[in-house]
Nanobody
Framework: EVQLLESGGGLVQPGGSLRLSCAASGFTFDDYGMSWVRQAPGKGLEWVSSITKDGGSTYYAEAMKGRFTISRDNAKNTLDLQMNSLKVEDTAVYYC?????????WGQGTQVTVSS
């Protein structure tokens, strides 16, 4: 079965950095695009970033451009999100997602808290 496991979240001060990772299994990873989405406290889901199956193209929400970098390692079946210059408003649960055979799959999420 499809499994996605996020890790790397934690507490960081404004202006700091974190690197999130997602370990994927149960499907042919390099056949599918991947995305990160997040949910801030009391708010709905927000798309963060996406990457094509071969890593050739990346896409970012406007608020993340210049600060976040999405990448993937198809040999290791992993997806990463490097987050720099973090802001308080980046506080959220971050999820790794993919669409596999017409269905959306999610991990359990990893908590990112940006606070002084």
């Amino acid at each position: 079965e499809v499994q996605l496991l996020e890790s790397g979240g934690g507490l960081v001060q404004p202006g700091g950095s974190l690197r999130l990772s997602c370990a994927a299994s149960g499907f042919t990873f390099d056949d599918y695009g991947m995305s990160w989405v997040r949910q801030a406290p009391g708010k709905g889901l927000e798309w963060v970033s996406s990457i094509t199956k071969d890593g050739g193209s990346t896409y970012y929400a406007e608020a993340m451009k210049g600060r976040f970098t999405i990448s993937r390692d198809n040999a290791k079946n992993t997806l990463d999100l490097q987050m720099n210059s973090l802001k308080v408003e980046d506080t959220a649960v971050y999820y790794c997602t993919t669409n596999y055979r017409g269905r959306a799959y999610w991990g359990q999420g990893t908590q990112v808290t940006v606070s002084s």
